[in-house]
């Protein structure tokens, strides 16, 4: 609406106002862009460390460099490690991994467990906790029990924990179930005399995937920290696991979120939690484990963690990969409808904004307040251009030419925002490299020509980004602002393709 209204307003001044957002813009990809081949080449350094390794001579102080070609930063970390006031021992350090299920298959659940499983990391030292809906139904019931009893001597140990239906206070999402599974894992903790602090929690939906070093490399950072309890950890989020089956629009979305995931590793002073993500015990349960009381609770428990330390809080980067499900369903239809349904939810988040504003503002607390407006802005800021900059990007330039169609300035316009978005689609061949080069083998099922589908298919890049990001972001925003709160979290369908195409939900 603000070029429309500074239209009205002064026609030249709204030219100047647009070529000035979109070479902002323009600048921004720029940046984009850079950081994703940064981000990228960062990934795979760390996909090839022997994690393993370097966790060793973490945990024997062993600072002497030999031969093997590990960074440098490596050594250094052994040094500072040995100044900590009181280092944790490695030797001790556990890991609960808690897969949280609604009443997926088990062609869905059971691979993430294999993955877990099959880390190159020392099982005995992981608990591994199925958290599920009652409201599931008894055949997801049965078999997440059935799971748990498979794999129960593969790992220290395994819980099958029901979230119940119905709990009073309780929204219906992912927030209750896994933290009803914390509590539990609390109790049991408790009675093996196990030091919360000493224990890291990964959360995962049930289709995620860690890489065979996650846990060796999240061992490594957690046991660096000064103190673990104002620390989160983020792997990189990576929308490859059925890449080849999903639709084309999915397609590009799915890249589009691992993309801009690798680009916010590297922006630390804005990651937040999101997804799979990593914390302490002990912070978990200084903050009553997540929120129960909406459906965002990966990034909202940032702010959460945030504020109960006093502004004590950060989220660490891990440049390993989490991979993860596009979405799909068992029709094309109702795939284009999850999508949206699951880029709604993920633009939710923007009910931070007022929880952010009253707990820095209104509430009492230690956090100098340029460091909350800092942070508030940023928020607010990312939110805002979520929802309105693919519209104006797209649109603005041809409001004053409605509006004046014999302005000089204002029929120069498009001219000029073609040409300077002409330039911008450059960058799509770093995205079409990233894409290429993420992209696991091509299942057999598949010929020849599905390859060069997957390139074509970014031809719905410019609807994508405005009838799922744009418009998802304004669908939330505005249910926000007029009161009409999303009272519970939409599963998202995460099917499976046979070799046979047979498609399981």
Known sequence: M??????????????????????????????????????????KMHEKLPWAE?????????????????????????????????PLDVNNLKHAVIIAGYKEANEV????????????????NVILVLAYEERG?????????ALARKYSSQFSHVMAVMHPDGIADEVRGKGGNITYAGRQLQIYLEGQRIDPSCVIVTTLDSDNRPDKNYLNCLTYLYSLCDDPRYVSFQPVPMYTNNIWDAPAPMRVIATGNSFWMIVQGLRTHSL?????????????????????????????????????YDGKHEVYPIFLPIYQDAVLSNTYVKTLKAQFAQLQRWAWGASDVAYVAQKGFFSPNKIPKIKVFLKFIRLLEGHVSWATAPLILAFAAFVPLLLHPKDYAANQ????????????????FVTLFFSIKTLPPKPARYKAHRSLLMLLQWVYLPVTTIVYSSFSALYSQTRLMIGKYIGSFVVTDKAVVTEDKKVIM
């Not at 139904?137 to 029990?145: S, Y």
């Not at 965002?296 to 945030?306: K, L, M, P, S």
């Open 2 to 43: 603000l070029p429309v209204v500074l239209s009205q307003l002064n026609a030249r001044l709204t030219v100047f106002f647009i070529i000035a957002y979109l070479l902002l813009w323009f600048a921004k990809s720029i940046g984009l862009q850079m950081r994703a081949i940064q981000g990228y080449r960062l990934l």
């Open 137 to 145: 139904g008894e055949d997801m019931h049965q078999r997440m029990q």
């Open 413 to 428: 316009l498009p001219i000029i925002a073609s040409r300077v978005q002409t330039i911008a689609l450059a960058g799509i």
């Open 54 to 86: 370097m966790l060793q001579d973490i945990a024997n102080g062993n600072a002497h460099k030999s031969g093997k070609k590990l960074p440098s930063w490596h050594y250094d970390n052994i040094i500072r490690r040995q100044n900590l006031p009181k």
């Open 109 to 124: 659940i059971e691979p993430t467990i294999l993955s877990v499983l099959n880390s190159n990391f020392n099982m005995q």
């Open 272 to 308: 937040r939690n999101f997804s799979a993500h990593a914390q302490g015990m002990k912070a978990l349960i200084d903050t009553d484990f997540w929120s129960v009381r909406t459906i965002v609770e990966d990034g909202h428990q940032f702010w959460r963690t945030y504020f109960r």
